[in-house]
């Protein structure tokens, strides 16, 4: 894993890796200078695990979603802006 602290675009455009992990939260606006990035609080709910449900779910717009994962589903459904 390799740490980066962007300045510009540019920087992004010349990395080598084939995954970049985006971290900047509200920094995006800034370093992407785009005014629609606005802040959203989101609730992230820890499921109770059911090994004999499989299920995946990913709504539209704000619709949220459940992902399956072995030690607890999680699933984020509601979005305040």
Known sequence: MVE?????????????????????????????????LVPMKGQLILLKPQHELQYLYSGTGYGGYIFPREDCPTSAPVRQI
């Open 4 to 36: 980066v602290d962007f300045k510009s675009p540019q920087q992004l455009a010349n990395l080598r890796e084939q995954i970049v992990v985006n971290c900047l939260g509200l920094g995006s606006r800034r370093l992407w200078q785009d005014s629609k």
